[in-house]
């Protein structure tokens, strides 16, 4: 009998908290951590989305004490540990990264590769930090990685190898990529505007978000816990990761390789578009994504299902966007509450799509959370809530 | 009561039907070699190797080192047949740290600062799976880990998954490690 | 004119990586996107990083781009006219 999948833990670290409950009281009271920043020397100025570094060094600080850690790693283990004191870790653990550039600053004027910007060492110094006994997965594909990580933790516990999973996903704003994505013409002149007429690029954004998945049976909860909504538990009923095949930086402009996940999550979920309750796509605000997307929807006949994308909240956080995206799409789920696509005035789509306009009511069961990414690549995954 | 434990009882059913490698100026496929160049550097191995055997594809030109490793040793494989239903699981140690170093040059001097598009699009390594997906047409699950060292056992576990779940019919595996001269590729085809 | 001309033709097969193809394949007016190059989207931005690099000069429109690139000649005569290098 094919095992069970769950999600029964997260944590995140971004401009909008230190932790998920202030991430959701600020997303609730439409609150954004899109501001001005002036990320390059001698440039201009980008709206992105960046976490205080003060902030975040005091709250390690607290938590660790005086360790040498970069920046981004230590986004990674704040929002690692409340996890880590909660589940134990075994030999059947999996430890699973996912990441687009990592430790990429640490290559300004180096002559050499510092140890550091390897992946799988980031990967490891974070597994050696608490104690994990499996080798790291470090999942780098692109935007997608982040809700790729759900399916590969869930694929691992499937082949029987693992029985339980730690998921952390992190990028950081870095001048690397943001003078790549601005060569690109892809970065916006104000606040993004996902899905919108007047949406005219991206905005850069960083977080660090982490999960804890299981295969079933899980732990029992407490009658206490259930009435104070403080459990999670979500099955992971379905993925699937197409590529478009069409070009390298730019999407099918039919959708293909989305629509194709999507087709194919839903089928292993054997769930049908009118059971969608929310959708959390991808929403970048560039001209050629949000179409592409609003394309692949509608070939699957979701053009009805409540949907947001959350890049007006927290920026593109490239491959810590899925993971973190999922989270609060959880967050929405147990608070019964769907939250607008910020800063959505009018559609600037060529077919309809029910764009989430303020904060709504909803009995949320399923989830649709999707992403794309360069490379052609694309993301599905479909969640229950239990 | 008699308990039977089948945990660690499991029906391996793949078959590893071709394979390519791509190391020191060789291409050998299926332990046969086929192309051998004396070229010192990457960059002219992969030239050569194109123009030897007839590849006829114009944007190979413009893709980084290890699209380019990850491509031919892709092509060795895949040749002109129908992979539509052929996944795409690669890995390697160093991501596209290769292109990420020559990326970094282009904006370490605020007075030399222009940064290329060209350049900046392969500075992620699933790229390499997705020239390989374009050129072949492949609308597939793709894949890309960054692992320490080449772990078969990983690839294969994962690729199973993609297979028993009827996401595909084959899956192409490979580890495209590549940082300036240093390369190797070990790409194959994995069947139920 | 002409050896502006000559010499955005080796520039664009140099910066945009087209081996196969010679100087002399490049026609003054052929259209260097929707032609025989294959020229893409990475292209056109390549082209406006050229723009800059080798002649100082920044589009503040890279929209512009599209009939800037048009075909060599307007491309030459865009740079004669603009050119700070």
Not at chain 1, 160 to 166: E, M, T, V
Not at chain 2, 89 to 102: E, I, Y
Not at chain 2, 144 to 154: A, I, M, R
Request: hydrophobic fraction near 40%; aromatic fraction near 10%.
């Amino acid at each position: 009998m094919k095992k069970e999948i769950y999600i029964t833990d997260y944590n995140c670290i971004t401009p909008l908290g230190l932790d998920v409950s202030s991430n959701w009281n600020n997303l609730v009271k439409g609150n954004s951590g899109v501001a001005l920043h002036k990320v390059i020397e001698n440039q201009e100025a980008f709206y992105a989305s960046v976490i205080d570094t003060e902030k975040l060094d005091r709250e390690f600080r607290n938590k660790f004490g005086n360790q040498d850690f970069t920046r981004l790693e230590k986004m990674f283990l704040l929002s690692l540990k409340p996890l880590v004191e909660k589940h134990p870790i075994t030999e059947e653990t999996a430890f699973i990264l996912s990441t687009t550039k990592g430790n990429i600053s640490l290559l300004k004027n180096q002559t050499g590769l510092p140890e550091g910007v390897y992946l799988s060492n980031l990967a490891q110094k974070i597994a050696d930090y608490f104690g994990f006994k499996t080798k790291p997965i470090v999942v780098s594909n692109a935007c997608v990685s982040g809700v790729m990580a759900i399916a590969v933790a869930k694929s691992m516990i499937l082949s029987g190898k693992y029985k339980d999973a730690f998921v952390i996903a992190g990028d950081e704003v870095s001048e690397f990529v943001i003078s790549g994505f601005n060569s690109f013409q892809a970065i916006g002149t104000g606040p993004c505007k996902p899905y919108d007429k007047n949406r005219n690029g991206i905005n850069i954004g960083e977080a660090a978000a982490a999960m804890y998945i299981t295969s079933g049976p899980c732990e029992e909860r407490s009658d206490e816990a259930i009435s104070k909504n403080e459990n999670v538990k979500f099955k992971v009923l379905g993925d699937s990761a197409v590529n478009d095949a069409n070009h390298i930086s730019g999407p099918s402009r039919t959708g293909d390789g989305l629509f194709a996940s999507i087709k194919s999550a839903m089928a292993e979920a054997h769930i049908i578009p009118e059971q969608i309750d929310f959708i959390s796509a991808h929403g970048t605000a560039t001209l050629y994504n949000d179409e592409m997307e609003a394309i692949a929807f509608n070939r699957m006949e979701l053009q009805n299902a409540p949907l947001n994308s959350m890049k007006g909240y927290y920026g593109h956080c490239l491959g810590a966007s899925g993971l973190l995206e999922s989270i609060i799409s959880m967050e929405s789920a147990r608070h019964e509450m769907l939250i607008p696509s910020k800063n959505f005035e009018e559609e600037g789509i060529s077919q309809p799509l029910n764009i989430i306009k303020e904060n709504q009511p909803a009995k949320i069961k399923y989830i649709l959370k999707t992403a794309s990414g360069f490379g052609g690549c694309n993301a599905a995954v479909v969640l229950e809530k239990c | 009561m008699r308990r039977l434990f089948w945990k660690n009882v499991k029906l391996k059913v793949m078959k590893k039907t071709d394979s390519c490698t791509i190391e020191h100026s060789k291409i050998t496929v299926n332990d046969a070699l086929i192309f051998d160049s004396q070229s010192e550097t990457f960059h002219d191995f992969a030239k050569e190797a194109y123009k030897k055997l007839e590849i006829s594809y114009p944007k190979f030109h413009k893709m980084d080192n290890l699209s380019k490793l990850a491509f031919l040793a892709a092509e060795m494989i895949l040749k002109d047949e129908d992979h539509s239903r052929t996944a795409v699981v690669f890995a390697n140690r160093s991501s596209s740290l290769d292109t990420d170093f020559k990326y970094q040059e282009s904006i370490n001097s605020q007075e030399n600062y222009f940064p290329s598009p060209a350049v900046f699009v392969y500075t992620l390594p699933n790229i390499c799976v997705g020239e390989i997906s374009i050129k072949h047409k492949m609308q597939t699950e793709n894949a890309f880990f960054v692992l320490d060292e080449f772990d078969e056992n990983f690839l294969n576990d994962y690729a199973e998954q993609i297979l028993l779940s009827g996401k595909a019919e084959k899956v192409l595996c490979g580890w495209t490690e590549l940082y300036q001269d240093n390369y190797k590729a070990f790409v194959y085809l994995l069947t139920l | 004119m002409e050896n502006l001309k000559t010499e955005l033709k080796h520039k664009i097969i140099e910066v945009l990586n087209l081996e196969d193809v010679s100087v002399e394949e490049i026609k003054d007016t052929d259209p260097l996107f929707g032609g025989g190059l294959g020229l893409d989207s990475i292209d056109a931005l390549e082209l406006i990083v050229l723009l800059d690099k080798d002649y100082g000069i920044k589009l503040a429109d890279p929209k512009k781009g599209k009939e800037i690139f048009q075909s060599i000649d307007t491309m030459a005569a865009f740079i004669e006219e603009n050119r700070t290098k």
